[in-house]
C-alpha cells in the first residue's frame, strides 16, 4: 500500500505541487480579504433571525388573490417553538404577514425562520420571516451531487470540487475584497484565472491539453472582458446602470468604497468563464486525441480539424450562452413588452443596453476563445512527437 502510494505521489508530484500552491495563495488572499473586518456586537443587535416550528395557528385571514394570480394575502397570528440560538427552547406568539411577492401561509409543523426583536424593556416580538428553505436546500444539494457522480463517476467528483472551488473563492476572497475596496475588474479577473488553473488541475492534472485550454479560458475572459468595456464606452453604460446598483450605492456613500462602475465587466467576466472553459477544453481534449490517434499530422492538418470541430461548437454554445442570460432576465423582459415603447425608447433603455451588452461579450469571449485554444493546441501538439 505504501509502495503504491509513493508511486503516485511520484507520477502526480507536479499536479500536487500545484495544487498546494493554489492552496498557499488561496489561504493568503482570503486571510487578506478577511482581515480587518470589525467584530459584530450581538448585545448591539435588537433583531435576530433564528429557527422554530410552527405549534399551533391562532388566527388566520390569508386568502387566495386572482387579480395576484393565486397569490396569497392576509395575517396568521401564531405560536412557535424556538429551535435555535439564545431563545432555544421558547415558546413564543408570532405574526406571519402574507403577501403575492412575500411570505406563505404556513400551518402547525412547518419550519419556518422568524425574525425576534429585543426592546429595551426586555420584551420580545417575533415575526416570520419566511418559510424555512434550509431544511429543503441541503436535499435538492444532494441530488445534484448524486447525479454528477452517478453519471459522470471519478470526473463527476473532480467537477465537483472545481465548482466548490470556485464557490469557496468567490465567497471568501473576492466578495469581501470587492468590498474592502479591491479594483473590481483586475480582481475579478484574476479571481477567475486563479480558479480556472486550480479547477483544470484538480480535472486533468498538469499537461499540454489543459495547458492549452488554460491558456485559451484566459484569452477567452480576455476577449470578453476587452469587448464590454469597449461597448459601455460606446453606449455610455457601466456598472452603476445595474438594475441592482442602488442598494451598494447606498453603502458606497456611507463610507464603503466599493468600485461600482467595474461590477458589469466583472460580472461579464464570471459569467463568460464557465462557458468558455467548457468550449476550451472541449477543443484542446479533441486535438490532443487526434495527435494520439496520429502523431504525423502537421500543424495546418490539426488546426483545420480543430476548426471544423469548433464551428459545431460556436452555434451551441453562444445559443446557450445568450438564451441563459435571457431566461434570467424574463421577467424584465415581459415588463418591458407590456409597456408597448417605441422602438427608440426601447432601444435607449439602459436596461436592454446593459443585457445586450453582457449577452453580446460572454458570446464573443466564447467564439474568439475557439480559433485561439485551438491555434495553441494544433502549435503544441504538432511540435511533440511521440
Known amino acids: 500500500m505504501t509502495d503504491k502510494l509513493v508511486e503516485w505521489i511520484r507520477k502526480n508530484r507536479i499536479n500536487i505541487l500545484v495544487l498546494a500552491i493554489g492552496l498557499v495563495i488561496f489561504g493568503c488572499c482570503a486571510y487578506w480579504a478577511n482581515s480587518g473586518k470589525p467584530e459584530k456586537d450581538p448585545s448591539g443587535n435588537p433583531?435576530?433571525?433564528?429557527?422554530?416550528?410552527?405549534?399551533?395557528?391562532?388566527?388566520?385571514?390569508?386568502?387566495?388573490?386572482?387579480?395576484?394570480?393565486?397569490?396569497?394575502?392576509?395575517?396568521?397570528?401564531?405560536?412557535?417553538?424556538?429551535k435555535t440560538g439564545q431563545f432555544k427552547?421558547?415558546?413564543?406568539?408570532?405574526?406571519?404577514?402574507v403577501g403575492p411577492l412575500y411570505g406563505v401561509p404556513v400551518k402547525a409543523g412547518d419550519s419556518v425562520t422568524l425574525i425576534i426583536s429585543t426592546y429595551a424593556d426586555g420584551t420580545h416580538n417575533a415575526t416570520v420571516y419566511e418559510y424555512n428553505h434550509s431544511a429543503i436546500l441541503p436535499i435538492l444539494l444532494a441530488?445534484?451531487?448524486?447525479?454528477?457522480?452517478?453519471?459522470?463517476?471519478?470526473?463527476?467528483?473532480k467537477s465537483l470540487i472545481g465548482l466548490s472551488f470556485m464557490a469557496l473563492t468567490l465567497i471568501t476572497i473576492l466578495l469581501p475584497g470587492l468590498l474592502k475596496g479591491a479594483p473590481t475588474i483586475l480582481m475579478t479577473f484574476l479571481m477567475c484565472v486563479f480558479s480556472a488553473m486550480f479547477t483544470y488541475t484538480v480535472m486533468s492534472g498538469v499537461n499540454r491539453k489543459t495547458i492549452c485550454a488554460f491558456l485559451g479560458t484566459v484569452a477567452g475572459m480576455l476577449v470578453a472582458l476587452v469587448f464590454a468595456e469597449i461597448a459601455?464606452?460606446?453606449?455610455?453604460?457601466?456598472?452603476?446602470r445595474i438594475t441592482d446598483a442602488e442598494a451598494l450605492l447606498q453603502l458606497r456613500q456611507t463610507g464603503m468604497p466599493i468600485g461600482l462602475k467595474g461590477l458589469l465587466s466583472a460580472g461579464i467576466?464570471?459569467?463568460?468563464?464557465?462557458?468558455?472553459?467548457?468550449?476550451?477544453m472541449g477543443l484542446a481534449s479533441a486535438i490532443s486525441e487526434l495527435h494520439e490517434a496520429n502523431n504525423e499530422l502537421t500543424f495546418k492538418q490539426l488546426f483545420t480539424s480543430g476548426m471544423n470541430i469548433?464551428?459545431?461548437?460556436?452555434?451551441?454554445?453562444?445559443?446557450?450562452?445568450?438564451?441563459?442570460?435571457?431566461?434570467?432576465e424574463l421577467v424584465l423582459m415581459l415588463y418591458l413588452y407590456s409597456l408597448d415603447l417605441g422602438k427608440y425608447q426601447l432601444l435607449s433603455s439602459a436596461y436592454v443596453s446593459v443585457e445586450t451588452v453582457s449577452a453580446l461579450s460572454c458570446s464573443?469571449?466564447?467564439?474568439?476563445?475557439?480559433?485561439?485554444?485551438?491555434?495553441?493546441?494544433?502549435?503544441?501538439?504538432?511540435?511533440?512527437?511521440r
Request: glycine share 12%; no cysteine.
Open 143 to 157: 441530488l445534484f451531487v448524486i447525479a454528477i457522480i452517478a453519471v459522470g463517476g471519478k470526473s463527476g467528483i
Open 310 to 328: 469548433g464551428k459545431d461548437m460556436v452555434g451551441t454554445m453562444t445559443s446557450t450562452l445568450i438564451l441563459a442570460l435571457l431566461g434570467g
Open 47 to 82: 433583531a435576530v433571525y433564528e429557527n422554530a416550528t410552527v405549534l399551533e395557528i391562532l388566527n388566520d385571514s390569508t386568502a387566495q388573490d386572482d387579480a395576484s394570480d393565486g397569490g396569497w394575502r392576509g395575517e396568521q397570528m401564531l405560536t412557535a417553538e424556538v
Open 269 to 280: 467576466v464570471i459569467s463568460s468563464l464557465g462557458a468558455v472553459m467548457d468550449v476550451t
Open 364 to 385: 464573443i469571449g466564447v467564439i474568439l476563445s475557439i480559433p485561439i485554444t485551438n491555434f495553441v493546441s494544433a502549435r503544441m501538439f504538432s511540435q511533440s512527437k
Open 232 to 240: 459601455q464606452s460606446l453606449l455610455r453604460i457601466n456598472g452603476l
Open 89 to 97: 427552547g421558547t415558546t413564543m406568539l408570532a405574526y406571519n404577514y
